[in-house]
């Protein structure tokens, strides 16, 4: 039974804690937003072509996956998450490196 308790704890403090990004990584992410393709259709706080990164964050706030789930999005493409419009595949606009430090930003916003 303690052993249960143990991991449920750690469980839930895994949760807690995931895509909480530092500072540093925050700003890592907007240096690497500010050279990428990704702002020509998105922006931090209002909605261009694609969503504002604000809402994007806020809609995966607590979501466990929210980083993987957004990964395969950007790689893949999506359409119809966030209306009409349709957001063509990433793969090879950015480094792996650069679409963490920017999926580290988005989800930073609560």
Same mark, same amino acid.
């Given at each position: 039974?303690?052993?249960?308790?143990?991991?449920?704890?750690?469980?839930?403090?895994?949760?807690?804690?995931?895509?909480?990004?530092?500072?540093?990584?925050? $700003?890592?992410?907007?240096?690497?937003?500010? %050279?990428?393709?990704? %702002?020509?259709?998105?922006?931090?706080?209002? $909605?261009?072509?694609?969503?504002?990164?604000?809402?994007?964050?806020?809609?995966?706030?607590?979501?466990?996956?929210? %980083?993987?789930? =957004?990964?395969? %999005?950007? =790689?893949?493409?999506?359409?119809?998450?966030?209306?009409?419009?349709?957001?063509?595949?990433?793969?090879?606009? =950015? *480094?792996? $490196?650069?679409?963490?430090?920017?999926?580290?930003?988005? =989800? *930073?916003?609560?």
């Amino acid at each position: 039974m303690k052993a249960s308790w143990v991991g449920i704890a750690a469980a839930t403090a895994a949760l807690m804690f995931a895509g909480n990004a530092s500072a540093a990584d925050v $700003e890592a992410g907007k240096l690497a937003f500010s %050279k990428s393709v990704c %702002k020509g259709c998105h922006a931090m706080d209002y $909605e261009g072509y694609g969503p504002a990164f604000k809402d994007v964050g806020m809609k995966y706030a607590g979501v466990a996956t929210a %980083k993987e789930d =957004l990964t395969k %999005k950007v =790689l893949n493409g999506t359409k119809g998450t966030w209306g009409d419009n349709q957001m063509p595949p990433q793969k090879g606009a =950015l *480094s792996d $490196e650069n679409l963490s430090a920017i999926l580290d930003m988005i =989800l *930073s916003f609560k």
